[in-house]
């Protein structure tokens, strides 16, 4: 049984530890959120059995330091449709205050759905609405992963 010394002690070093937690809040960096954009889908090949789409993604940062990003995985909706999903391959980094373009390609066996999207791709389309929706894992210590959610609309070609 401990005696009332070290029950004092200890009591400190709890109240000690949690007199620290807002200065550890402090030292964090603020971060800003990226946004990402779909700039361009493109189909490399299709058969009814499977798709191949190449799928040019934007990331922004608005952010003073650089973004190492280790991955995203992503699904994407087009019209309204479920359409897919995937993940980067290879690691890049956005520049602080800039952006970097990346392409994934996007394999899907969803006929039904591209033969509701195939004829939206000729020229003079109107533009699609897409939902582009999963995360950004970083290499930043303090924040791992970033959860997006981004809507638009982009013309197909």
């Not at 709890?14 to 402090?26: D, E, F, R, S, T």
């Not at 490399?44 to 789409?53: C, G, N, V, Y």
């Not at 190449?54 to 608005?62: I, Q």
């Not at 006929?111 to 995360?135: C, F, I, M, S």
Request: aromatic share 6%; with cysteine.
């Amino acid at each position: 049984m401990a005696g009332p010394d070290a029950r004092r002690a200890g009591r400190r070093a709890v109240l000690v530890a949690l007199a620290a937690l807002p200065g550890c809040a402090a030292l964090a960096p603020h971060f800003e959120r990226p946004r990402l954009e779909l700039v361009g889908v493109e189909v490399r090949d299709a058969t009814l059995a499977e798709q191949h789409l190449r799928v040019r993604l934007r990331v922004e940062n608005p952010n003073a330091r650089a973004l190492p990003v280790e991955s995203i995985d992503y699904a994407l909706r087009l019209g309204g449709e479920e359409f897919g999903n995937g993940s980067s391959a290879n690691p890049f980094t956005v520049p602080a205050s800039g952006s970097a373009e990346f392409e994934l390609i996007l394999t899907t066996r969803l006929a039904t759905t591209l033969w509701k999207v195939l004829p939206r791709l000729r020229d003079g389309a109107p533009p699609l609405e897409y939902q582009l929706a999963g995360t950004v894992r970083t290499g930043l210590a303090f924040l791992r992963t970033i959860p997006f959610d981004e809507r638009g609309s982009i013309a197909l070609h």
